[in-house]
């Protein structure tokens, strides 16, 4: 487990408030949320469907406005207040989504996805050739040959084999911060192992700060220094990981807890449908 020090804190939010609509009809989807990221961590933010952790993410990444509060990057007040302070914070801070589907053009060759990860650093006038090699070695770091995929469309590619290449992309951009909103919810188990090892790869190999976002508490254990439980808006408990996990106060945190399979545990077949 790693250690982190206040001073090395590079995503930080204070008393973030969403409100979608007004009056009688209004929905609090994100309420007062106090949180702090280090620089080099693995966070994760565990809740049920419905929790406001798909909001709150959109927030931190710009996508959508807070009601109230703010959000700081390395200890400075957020400013998306002109399209070239926008490009340059998406720099910085980039995502993964649940969906791979919906993330790519499917218009859009391999070879052109990757190439635009080229275009956002300022280097599209490379060398085709220099082109390739840089888009052979993201292709590789996850485990896809880019030989067979670049003259291909997304949709040809399975849900695992896209997975992996929202983190090729991640691989050339080399953002500081990676949020990965539910990114193996998709895909079959074998994959999802896979999917995992590659943002512990990506931290250790590029020291990426990364967000991960899941409803399962089991997969979030696995990956992360520290836990964030969020119920109905709300983080309820947060800390290390395994004294979460060891030592859950809130009883959202318990039920979470108890719900994650034990091994060590019979089976209650008579309870199968």
């Not at 218009?107 to 052109?112: A, G, P, S």
């Not at 992309?169 to 990965?180: D, Q, S, T």
Request: proline share 3%; with cysteine.
């Amino acid at each position: 487990m790693r250690n982190f020090s206040d001073d090395a804190i590079l995503l930080r939010t204070k008393g973030i408030n969403k409100v979608f609509g007004s009056g009688k009809k209004a929905v609090h989807a994100v309420k007062d949320v106090d949180f702090a990221m280090h620089k080099g961590e693995i966070l994760s933010i565990v809740g049920e469907s419905g929790s406001g952790k798909t909001t709150f993410a959109k927030i931190l990444l710009g996508l959508t406005q807070e009601t109230s509060g703010e959000v700081f990057y390395d200890g400075k007040p957020r400013d998306l207040g002109s399209q070239a302070k926008r490009k340059q914070y998406w720099r910085n801070i980039q995502a993964i989504f649940q969906d791979p589907y919906s993330t790519f053009n499917q218009f859009f060759r391999v070879e052109k996805i990757l190439n635009d990860c080229l275009v956002l650093q300022g280097q599209k006038n490379l060398k085709t050739e220099v082109k390739h090699e840089k888009m052979r070695e993201a292709c590789t770091f996850v485990n896809l040959k880019f030989e067979e995929l670049y003259n291909k469309y997304p949709f040809e590619l399975s849900g695992g084999q896209m997975q992996r290449l929202m983190i090729a992309r991640i691989f050339m951009i080399k953002p500081n911060v990676l949020i990965a909103d539910e990114p193996t919810s998709m895909i079959d188990a074998c994959s999802r192992s896979t999917i995992l090892d590659m943002l512990l790869k990506l931290r250790e190999e590029q020291d990426m700060t990364i967000l991960f976002i899941t409803h399962d508490l089991g997969l979030a254990y696995y990956v992360s220094d520290t836990l964030y439980i969020m119920e109905n808006g709300e983080m309820v408990e947060s800390g290390a990981a395994e004294d979460v996990i060891l030592n859950a106060r809130h009883p959202y945190t318990r039920r979470l807890v108890q719900d994650v399979p034990k091994l060590n545990e019979p089976w209650d077949l008579d309870s199968v449908v």
